[in-house]
């Protein structure tokens, strides 16, 4: 065996291997225990001592070089091979993300909240109710007449002949009058229906918020001052409000309520909102009529009294935001959409 041969020939083997896997198979083959070097070592003990003493250091320092060598060999494959991995595996996190589309609040709920928010700032209590009501709640306790003409089936969605789809928010005050005694800070919103061609200014379905308060001593100055300041948040601190009355099964006296144009001082006359009247019909509303107390139990017409007010969410918003037909709103078209997102 020369040894000179084989040290340099496993020197060089060393040298070539470019991974840490390489390198250990060059290991196995040139120190392992079938490497030539290693069978000439265990083959010492047959060598005579002089001899032995000379072959034994020659080969020890072959193997010690050689281990070295691997050593060394093995640190400098490993670092290159952590310096690749940091470099390949590297994550910049100063590159953009994906972003995802951001979703926005659907204009109707926007303004739904927008409204809620001013009476959850009066300290009303927000109290739900279904969609689908009993004549008894949506007509009979709400004193309509039996000849009111909404009962009519051209005008309501009757699921059966005392069950219907509610026309209005209304149903939900004599629940809420069921559900407790006074006194009563209550709002509610919801999706409301009636039979009704869709146009401009209709959809078969559509969103109604509805107050309703009940206490000692309530008056038409209290709904006013109410209204005053629902309109003031949502229409702007300028507005001033005006009682007209009107007529209202539930409500005694009834009234509709206009806003002073909020348009006329944006564009100056003449006014596409208000026709030049200064005036915008905004919603209905009364002192609770002491019939309806009749219907519930521990509500005194002697002792409390109250105001409700109903609204049209879409007409909220549409006024808001000069929205010329509310059919858009249920169209979902995003182009027209995204304008409020
Ligand atoms: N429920 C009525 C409607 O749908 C709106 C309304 C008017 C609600 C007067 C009220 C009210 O609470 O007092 O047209």
Redesign the pocket.
Known sequence: MDLDALVSDAQARIAAATGSAALEQVRIDVLGRKAPLVLALRELGSLDPEERRARGADLNRARRSLEELVDRRARELAEAELEERLRSDRLDVTLPGIVPPRGYTHLIEGTRRDILDVFVGFGYRMVDGPEIDTVHYNFDA?NHAPTHPSRQVTDTFYVCDDVVLR????PV?IRTMEAGPPPVYMATAGR?YRRDTPDATHTAMFT?I???VVDRGITLGHLKGTLLGFARAIFGAEREVRLRP?F?P??EP??EVDVSCFNCARDGSPCRVCRGEGWVEI????M?DPNLYGYVDGYDPEEVSG??????VERVAGLRHDIPDIRLLWENDLRFMEQFG
């Open positions: 709400l026309t209005h928010t209304s005050q409301c109604q509805e107050g309703l009107h209202f539930f409500t009834s009234v919603l209905g509303a009364g609770v105001f409700a007010f109903g609204m049209g």
